[in-house]
């Protein structure tokens, strides 16, 4: 009895180890194309034109269509006057979202930005544009096939806010899981990649609204702001900021017609997808002694109103004070959360409480 379970134990194990080598194999010869495919990739990036406006015309064949019908006065795009103008109209919205200096999210964004003009999104879209180490990398991330002679897509570029550390940590536990599973990694230390979207944002906003004393005045004029993540792509215009809009969105998903409003994005009032992250956030005790109403905040509480992720939609005036406790928080978030990759979502929760 006891050879015979030890034979199928040891049968049972050279089956596991032959599945377990497959994989193994199978992960190699991905990772091995995956090298060999990127100079092809260069190549062919070097080989497009750095002209945008060249790329454009190539690519207006395709009828992108972009024009939108404005409803605001005929003057000077971008004057003073045009600016105060849009306010309240279905311009008065910029989507922003922010991504790093790769190749991959080269591609993510210009999807992205593709989705946009495809569905004649009103006002302008920037994308923040995170950590490009040369100038040939900067270049190649500040371009997009697509149309844009209003300048409405915009590039903004920031440093790598990713803890050094973390890159090289990831790229060493990455080789030595692949190649000997090596259990001799300081797994005590997190890379927290998702720093670039709090900060990033931070940065792009001060830079935007700085030296104004008028919203008009502003280069970011709109009044309200909406942040996507670079992997997502558009299948409808989001004016939550237009009361009817919102009010016909409430309708079509068969809310009550008294929580029409609760979808209506206002001052002091965001509106943003809702996600399950759930109320963790609400035991880590990272309220601040000045607001006295987030430690408030009970699981039930922080269920129906902070369990949300992007698109994170609100007033320009309200990201203002939210964004620099965003950035705040999101070191203490990533200590205390073990799904570290929603860290940056429980600092934003906790900001917004």
């Keep these: 009895m006891g050879p015979t379970k030890h034979l199928k134990s040891q049968t049972e194990k050279s089956k596991w180890y032959e599945v377990e080598l497959n994989s193994f194999n199978l992960i190699l010869m991905l990772a091995i194309a995956f090298i060999l495919a990127l100079p092809l990739y260069n190549m062919m990036q070097k080989s497009q034109t750095s002209d945008v406006v060249e790329m454009g015309s190539e690519v207006a064949e395709v009828n992108?269509?972009?024009?939108?019908?404005?409803?605001?006065?005929?003057?000077?795009?971008?004057?003073?006057?045009?600016?105060?103008?849009?306010?309240?109209?279905?311009?008065?919205?910029?989507?922003?979202?922010?991504?790093?200096?790769?190749?991959?999210q080269n591609w993510q964004a210009e999807n992205l930005l593709y989705s946009w003009a495809r569905i004649q999104h009103p006002g302008r879209i920037t994308r923040v544009i995170a950590g490009c180490q040369t100038e040939e990398d900067k270049a190649r991330a500040n371009r997009t096939a697509v149309p844009n002679p209003e300048n409405r897509i915009q590039f903004f570029f920031v440093p790598d806010?990713?803890?050094?550390?973390?890159?090289?940590?990831?790229?060493?536990?990455?080789?030595?899981?692949?190649?000997?599973?090596?259990?001799?990694?300081?797994?005590?230390?997190?890379?927290?990649?998702?720093?670039?979207?709090?900060?990033?944002?931070?940065?792009?906003?001060?830079?935007?609204?700085?030296?104004?004393?008028?919203?008009?005045?502003r280069e970011l004029?709109?009044?309200?702001?909406?942040c996507v993540d670079p992997d997502m792509i558009l299948m409808r215009p989001l004016l939550f900021h237009l009361r009817d809009v919102a009010h016909a969105f409430a309708k079509e998903r068969g809310m009550q017609e008294q929580d029409y409003d609760k979808v209506w994005l206002r001052k002091g009032h965001p509106v943003s997808q809702k996600y399950g992250i759930g109320p963790k956030w609400t035991l880590w005790g990272h309220c601040p002694m000045?607001?006295?109403?987030?430690?408030?905040?009970?699981?039930?509480?922080?269920?129906?109103?902070?369990?949300?992720?992007?698109?994170?939609?609100?007033?320009?005036?309200?990201?203002?004070?939210?964004?620099?406790?965003?950035?705040?928080?999101?070191?203490?978030?990533?200590?205390?959360?073990?799904?570290?990759?929603?860290?940056?979502?429980?600092?934003?929760?906790?900001?917004?409480a």
Aim: with cysteine; glycine share 4%.
């Design 64 to 104: 992108i269509p972009i024009d939108v019908e404005r409803d605001v006065p005929q003057v000077a795009m971008y004057s003073k006057e045009w600016k105060k103008s849009i306010q309240g109209t279905k311009d008065d919205v910029h989507i922003v979202f922010t991504s790093s200096c790769s190749g991959y």
């Design 290 to 352: 000045d607001r006295p109403g987030c430690a408030k905040v009970d699981e039930k509480v922080a269920w129906n109103h902070y369990s949300v992720g992007p698109p994170y939609m609100m007033h320009t005036d309200d990201w203002l004070t939210i964004t620099p406790q965003w950035v705040e928080f999101s070191p203490g978030a990533l200590e205390k959360t073990t799904t570290f990759h929603l860290a940056e979502m429980y600092s934003y929760s906790i900001a917004c």
């Design 221 to 226: 004029y709109e009044s309200f702001v909406i």
């Design 161 to 217: 806010y990713t803890p050094s550390r973390s890159k090289v940590l990831l790229e060493i536990t990455f080789v030595i899981i692949i190649v000997v599973d090596w259990v001799c990694v300081d797994v005590s230390y997190r890379p927290f990649l998702y720093f670039n979207k709090p900060y990033g944002m931070l940065r792009w906003l001060k830079e935007m609204t700085k030296n104004a004393q008028v919203q008009e005045e």
